[in-house]
């Protein structure tokens, strides 16, 4: 079973920061892409930032020059640093990984984290 654990949400004034971390567990031979995610209230999930296992990231323009996201490959986490934070931040924050329970890695699968909450008061 792989479980995706995040922690880090909160509430925070606008201009501040705030970092999310996310940990996978379980038994798993290999995680792909890492990321985060966000729904904000009455809209559709979209994505924040990604990190290959090598290190390159993507950001969603809205973020980029203020987000940082990074990941630990020996303890299977990615983190999102979130800085200069704003009220059209505030959603609910979802960890992805593509992960491979495979020995042979022949199939990544799509895992998710329980979301966290992060509030940006206006």
């Known amino acids: 079973q792989v479980q995706l654990v995040e922690s880090g949400g909160g509430l925070v004034q606008a201009g501040g920061l705030l970092t999310l971390s996310c940990a996978a567990s379980?038994?798993?031979?290999?995680?792909?892409?890492m990321g985060w995610y966000r729904q904000a209230s009455g809209k559709q999930r979209e994505l924040v930032a990604t990190?290959?296992?090598?290190?390159?990231?993507n950001y969603a323009d809205s973020v980029k020059g203020r987000f940082a996201v990074s990941r630990d490959n020996v303890k299977n986490m990615v983190y999102l640093r979130m800085n200069r934070l704003k009220p059209e931040d505030t959603a609910v924050y979802y960890c992805?990984?593509?992960?491979?329970?495979?020995?042979?890695?022949?199939?990544?699968?799509?895992?998710w984290g329980q979301g966290t909450q992060v509030t940006v008061p206006s």
């Open positions: 992805h990984a593509a992960i491979s329970t495979s020995r042979t890695l022949t199939t990544f699968n799509d895992y």
């Open positions: 379980g038994t798993f031979f290999s995680i792909g892409v």
């Open positions: 990190v290959t296992k090598l290190g390159i990231a």
